[in-house]
């Protein structure tokens, strides 16, 4: 029978590779796996059970160092090592329920990509290339913001009313989930290249990979908040 270290650290799958392995170190430092004060496995293993380069191994422990997770320790016995003492989460009594938004947005923006590439006019794609370029060069604090209007481009060249504003009020229940975690640089890179695999799709006029491209894109964010909020 696997042992839970072997069941948390079992290879990520590569679409989101980052936010997976912040996700799988999170749940084995919450669940006790690994406990207040222990080491955490050698790089070069934990790499190799996660299915993860070492570089994507390293920013996800560098993360976590920021949040206040782990620190790493130099010397003979060095490694990295949970702290002894972790931050405690905000509990937000009008925080919306996360699994029920990660469900709706899913149902929403996948469906919303699809129809985009289906529909898209001469003004809509001028619309949403204009907003990708600006969610792509985006600085740190103005990212969310950035973000959550290429989201809300990508509804509104459906052409639909109604799925815009479906749209815009699971977002906001989004960024009120995302405001209490933290900004993570790997994580924004990689979804501005996610934006570009999604936005080429519906230019493209092909819905399928529009659709897929968005799933993916979704469930790197559901990683993240998971990892921090569940």
């Known amino acids: 029978m696997a042992g839970a270290d072997e069941a ?8 989101n590779a ?27 293993e934990l790499a190799e ?11 996800a422990l560098h993360a976590l160092s920021d949040a206040g997770y782990v620190e790493s320790r130099r ?12 931050p405690t989460p905000v509990v937000d ?22 129809l985009a ?10 619309h949403l290339i204009a907003t990708l370029e600006e969610a792509g060069s985006a600085s740190l604090t103005d990212y969310r913001r950035r973000d959550s209007r290429l989201h809300l481009a990508i509804a509104e060249v459906t052409g639909s009313a109604s799925l815009t504003s479906a749209v ?10 995302l405001d209490e975690i933290p900004l993570l640089e790997p994580n924004l890179e990689h979804s501005n290249t996610q934006h570009e695999a999604v936005v080429s799709s519906i230019l493209a006029g092909d819905a399928p990979a529009a659709r897929q ?3 993916e894109h979704l469930e790197g964010t559901a990683s993240l908040l998971r990892a921090f909020l569940s």
């Open 18 to 44: 980052f936010e997976e392995t912040v996700e799988r170190l999170l749940q084995s430092i919450r669940l006790g796996v690994v406990g207040a004060g222990e080491r955490l496995p050698p790089e070069r």
């Open 117 to 126: 590439a289906c529909s898209l006019r001469d003004p809509g794609r001028d």
């Open 49 to 59: 059970r996660l299915g993860v380069s070492r570089v994507t191994l390293r920013e």
């Open 213 to 215: 491209a968005m799933k």
């Open 75 to 86: 010397g003979r016995y060095g490694g990295t090592f949970v702290r002894e003492t972790l």
């Open 93 to 114: 009594e009008q925080r919306p329920d996360l699994e029920d938004t990660l469900r709706l947005r899913h149902v929403l923006e996948t469906g919303a990509a699809e």
């Open 168 to 177: 815009a009020d699971v977002r906001m229940r989004v960024n009120r989930l």
């Open 8 to 15: 948390l650290f079992r290879p990520v799958r590569a679409g």
